[in-house]
């Protein structure tokens, strides 16, 4: 596992966009060669994984696809997540976590049990 931290949540109208920012907790944790993923958890709601983006390639889940882009800064060592076209039902703390173990029937699976602070964002009118 690999500890990351997340920010750039906020509130925000539906229709608005975000982006959220990924960065390794120490200089040393290279994030290029994780595949990094998005989690999400809503109140009242269990975690759910939403992005992932390996060395080359991007996924999301359907809830998000079209509206979220995840993407790497590879210089940076940073992910990012950009969300656009807000919805209420987006609001959610948002996780970033590494290394993700794959794709499975519901999105990107991480099988660690280090979960950073997070980062709140909020979509209301």
């Known amino acids: 596992q690999v500890h990351l931290v997340e920010s750039g949540g906020g509130m925000v109208q539906p229709g608005g966009s975000l982006r959220l920012a990924c960065a390794a907790s120490?200089?040393?944790?290279?994030?290029?060669?994780?595949?990094v993923g998005w989690f999400r958890q809503a109140p009242g709601k269990e975690r759910e994984g939403i992005s992932a983006?390996?060395?080359?390639?991007?996924n999301h889940v359907d809830s998000v696809r079209g509206r979220f882009t995840i993407s790497r800064d590879k210089a940076k060592n940073m992910v990012y997540l950009q969300m656009d076209n807000l919805e209420i039902e987006d609001t959610a703390v948002y996780y970033c976590?590494?290394?993700?173990?794959?794709?499975?029937?519901?999105?990107?699976?991480?099988?660690?049990?280090?979960w950073g602070q997070g980062t709140q964002v909020t979509v209301s009118s």
């Open positions: 976590v590494a290394p993700i173990d794959g794709w499975g029937s519901e999105g990107p699976v991480y099988a660690y049990d280090y």
């Open positions: 120490s200089p040393e944790i290279e994030l290029n060669l994780y595949t």
């Open positions: 983006i390996t060395y080359r390639a991007t």
